[in-house]
């Protein structure tokens, strides 16, 4: 009896596939849709047809081909990165081909979300880097958007001062996310890196992590983390603690991840925003709170059935989501790379000198804090006590 093969669906992707003739066919994420078009796959495979259109012609399978390369040859941080923004464009545009793709797709695409700049810059950087992947491996002679223009990145100018570090600890009441946070503010780590560490990477003897070539974000070199002894303290009580693996998990025993980390940085926010529009007296408005709820969506779904909100529910969205939007804008947007870009700021500030800086960093080109703590040179009593040691 012969095999026909089945539509199925990968949760990862959030995806429906076919496999015919060894070769795994993107349906789409609409489950309806997949099985229609599963069925003509099928009727054109039984005429003798192509099955489908081939990877270098469809953008869903050249975006599918590209995640299960960056799947096996990245870290799964990189791959869910990319993973997380190309499925959202294959939602966007399910049944084009990757030829007929044009810089303004894209733009229509990105403009549909309230972005950041630099978020706008990331989703620009995913599929250009996508389609400049399909080049190099053949599937496409020339990317269709090679002339899509894509914003340059905004300077990172936070600095966490001391107090604002003493504030943040404050406002942190999940004692884990606490550990995660001291570590960081004292051993200016990357975040993939105190994300990632595990038992097995910690020295004791030298109070250091030490993450192989193979690990490391350049592949080129060992990159080795030194830990101050409050830091070194956390790490040693959390590893006795706790089984071997990873080092900084959450309450429920899991790695952190990256959604995970925002969503503690914005509790955060919203703590130190409510006691900052305390202290200034900041009330919302009643007349401010209806015209916001006038911009909501007038319906929800519950049960799996769309119905329309009640006014109560409007206007109680609408003083939520106000709250948290006017609280927010009186706190500046933390985040752990924020932490490590406040430790090399202090660190220089403090006079150690900048290739040191950049080894404890883990920066192969020492020219990178040239180029990244450029803000310094705006900080004139950094500068005259620089001017000070210069002449003795």
């Known amino acids: 009896m012969p095999h026909f093969p089945k539509p199925f669906f990968r949760p990862s992707r959030k ?17 309806d849709a997949a099985f229609d078009r599963y069925h003509g796959l099928m009727t054109a495979k039984k005429r003798g047809a ?21 799947e096996k040859h990245r870290a799964a941080e990189t791959y869910e990165w990319y993973r997380y923004r190309l499925e959202r464009l294959a939602r966007k545009y399910p049944e084009m081909r990757a030829a007929e793709l044009k ?6 695409w990105v403009d549909g979300y309230d972005f950041s700049i630099t978020s706008r810059r990331n989703y620009l950087r995913t599929i250009t880097r996508c389609l400049r992947w399909a080049v190099r491996q053949g599937y496409l002679e020339k990317s269709p958007i090679a ?52 038992s097995r990477h910690v020295d004791a003897a030298h109070k250091r992590w030490v993450f192989p070539k193979s690990e490391s974000k350049n592949k080129k070199l060992s990159r080795v983390v030194y830990m101050t002894d409050p830091a070194f ?5 959390r590893m006795a603690s706790q089984p071997p693996g990873t080092v900084f998990r959450n309450s429920a025993g899991r790695r952190w991840t990256t959604d995970a980390v925002n969503c503690a940085f914005a509790r955060i926010r919203d ?67 924020v932490l490590r870009h406040s430790w090399a700021t202090h660190a220089l500030q403090r006079g ?30 950094h500068l005259r006590s620089q001017l000070e040691k210069a002449v003795g």
């Open 103 to 108: 810089p303004y797709h894209v733009q229509q």
């Open 233 to 237: 303290a956390i790490v040693e009580r």
């Open 50 to 70: 192509v099955a489908g259109p081939v990877p270098s012609e469809s953008l869903l399978a050249i975006i599918d081909a590209y995640l299960e390369w960056l």
């Open 271 to 337: 703590e130190i925003g409510r006691r900052r529009m305390a202290e200034q007296d900041i009330e919302l408005d009643e007349a401010e709170i209806k015209e916001f709820a006038a911009t909501l969506k007038r319906e929800k779904t519950e049960r799996g059935k769309r119905r329309p909100k009640t006014e109560r529910e409007l206007l109680g969205e609408a003083r939520r989501k106000l709250f948290r939007k006017k609280s927010r804008s009186l706190v500046a947007p933390y985040s752990l790379y």
């Open 147 to 198: 002339e899509l223009e894509v914003p340059a990145a905004e300077r990172r100018e936070i600095v966490v001062t001391p107090d604002e570090y003493a504030e943040i600890l404050s406002a942190t009441t999940d004692a884990d996310f606490r550990d995660l946070l001291v570590v960081t503010w004292e051993t200016g780590c990357r975040p993939q890196e105190s994300l990632r560490v595990e």
């Open 15 to 31: 995806q429906w596939y076919v496999q015919i003739d060894g070769k795994q066919l993107n349906l789409g994420p609409d489950r």
């Open 352 to 381: 150690v000198d900048p290739l040191t800086v950049a080894i404890l960093m883990g920066h192969s080109d020492p020219s990178m804090l040239a180029k990244v703590y450029q803000h310094l040179s705006l900080n004139p009593t």
